[in-house]
């Protein structure tokens, strides 16, 4: 982006919650990415969310054997995804968004319960005008938890 003022901020690792909070708009109870540990710009990212037992969701699923929802592990896998497009492809944050397109051979392999430490690994396939294409897999103690494959679009925050 030739001679573009962007609005990201500074890479340096760890990123943590504020500054993951100033690039993506979900706040409390939906921010599921509490810090960013590993980022190749264009390659990949290793972030994680620690699964806590105060978790708003754990309330009705379920109240006597707490499971992290497999829809919240693909949000998760999402979110970190869209940390990797906008410091990859240097996109305002302040004024651009990424939209959830379509999700591909997704598996979910383990229960993922309060205590775990949900590593959430994120590879870019295809990232090319405003569409990014990765390959996402959430794991606990390296065993797999979750997987898809991501597709997300970047567009104008409205």
Do not use: W
Not at 32 to 56: H, M, P, S, W
Not at 77 to 88: E, G, K, T
Not at 137 to 142: E, H, L, M, N, W
């Amino acid at each position: 982006m030739s001679g573009v003022e962007v609005d990201l901020p500074e890479f340096q690792l760890p990123i943590l919650n504020e500054t993951i909070k100033s690039i993506l708009p979900h706040r409390y109870p939906f921010l599921l990415v509490d810090r960013v540990v590993e980022l190749d710009r264009g390659q990949k990212i290793l972030a994680y969310k620690n699964v806590t037992a105060n978790e708003e969701y754990f309330n009705g699923h379920f109240p006597h054997h707490a499971v992290m929802p497999g829809v919240l592990q693909l949000e998760a896998l999402a979110q970190a995804a869209a940390l990797l497009i906008f410091y990859s492809s240097m996109q305002d944050a302040s004024t651009k968004i990424a939209y959830l397109m379509s999700m591909e051979n997704v598996k979910f392999r383990r229960l993922v319960v309060p205590g775990d430490k949900l590593e959430l690994h994120v590879e870019v396939l295809k990232l090319k005008r405003g569409l990014c294409k990765v390959k996402a897999q959430a794991t606990v103690d390296g065993e797999r938890a979750s997987e898809a494959v991501i597709t997300a679009a970047i567009r104008d925050r409205e």
